[in-house]
Nanobody, 113 residues
Framework: VQLVESGGGLVQPGGSLRLSCAAS????????MSWHRQAPGKERELVAG????????NYADSVKGRFTISRDNAKNMVYLQMNSLNADDTAVYYC???????WGQGTQVTVSS
């Protein structure tokens, strides 16, 4: 199993980023996928989740209306479009699959002027 996140970086407040997670080694289209984040000194928290076929999504209250999770089962990819970013969004973002309870290595997102 492998989950490889990309797309993180430094962005100004109000800016946007799109995170990508490339999955391999398991039947991707059969599993719900999710993005989580962990800020310094805080516990890891769920940001967004998406059903296996992509028809159902859920979001943390703090990101509703700003973030959008999506997936492409043909490419074994899951995405997180993040808009209107603010300093509270600064964290390491992780891709997760319940298959073998597997986490990606994370990608850093820093929102700062």
């Amino acid at each position: 199993v492998q989950l490889v996140e990309s797309g993180g970086g430094l962005v100004q407040p109000g800016g946007s980023l799109r995170l990508s997670c490339a999955a391999s080694g398991f039947a991707f289209s059969m599993y719900r996928m999710s993005w989580h984040r962990q800020a310094p000194g805080k516990e890891r928290e769920l940001v967004a989740g998406i059903s296996p076929a992509g028809g159902s999504t859920n979001y943390a209250d703090s990101v509703k209306g700003r973030f959008t999770i999506s997936r492409d089962n043909a490419k074994n990819m899951v995405y997180l479009q993040m808009n209107s970013l603010n300093a509270d969004d600064t964290a390491v973002y992780y891709c997760y699959t319940p298959h073998r309870n597997f986490w990606g290595q994370g990608t850093q997102v820093t929102v700062s002027s």
